[in-house]
């Protein structure tokens, strides 16, 4: 993110990054490409038609991933919001996530 912001300035010494803290679009563009790539090996050179949808394959079944993952890593961690989701074990949600990639991935190349 720093390069990012750092090239942006470089080109524009007036380039403001949102609030300093917060990113827009380009940021969660440059966050979102590097986890493609170092979680699911997708390397896209722009945004794909299906990460703007908010509603197709691919976003659900991260969604899910993320899902499985967050509620058992915070059960795991004992973790006490009475509000928490419904978590499994975390090994079995860790076997679940993997299985999800594989979703993620045909999702990916179906755009």
């Given amino acids: 993110m720093m390069s ?3 090239g942006r300035r470089e080109a524009d010494p007036a380039y403001k990054y949102n ?3 917060h ?3 380009d940021g969660h563009w440059v966050m979102a490409r590097a986890i493609l790539s170092d979680v699911f090996g997708i390397e896209p050179e722009r ?3 299906w990460a703007k ?3 197709g394959d691919f976003i659900r079944a991260v969604s899910r991933r ?6 058992a890593w915070r059960e795991h961690v004992g973790h006490s919001n009475p509000d928490k989701f419904e978590a499994l074990p975390l090994a079995a949600a860790i076997r679940l996530a ?4 594989e979703d993620i991935r045909m999702a990916a190349e179906q755009a």
């Fill in 98 to 101: 993997d299985s999800i990639l």
């Fill in 19 to 21: 609030d300093g803290v």
């Fill in 53 to 55: 949808s908010m509603d």
């Fill in 66 to 71: 993320r899902d499985v993952l967050n509620a």
């Fill in 47 to 49: 945004t794909p038609e």
């Fill in 4 to 6: 990012f912001i750092a």
């Fill in 23 to 25: 990113p827009e679009d």
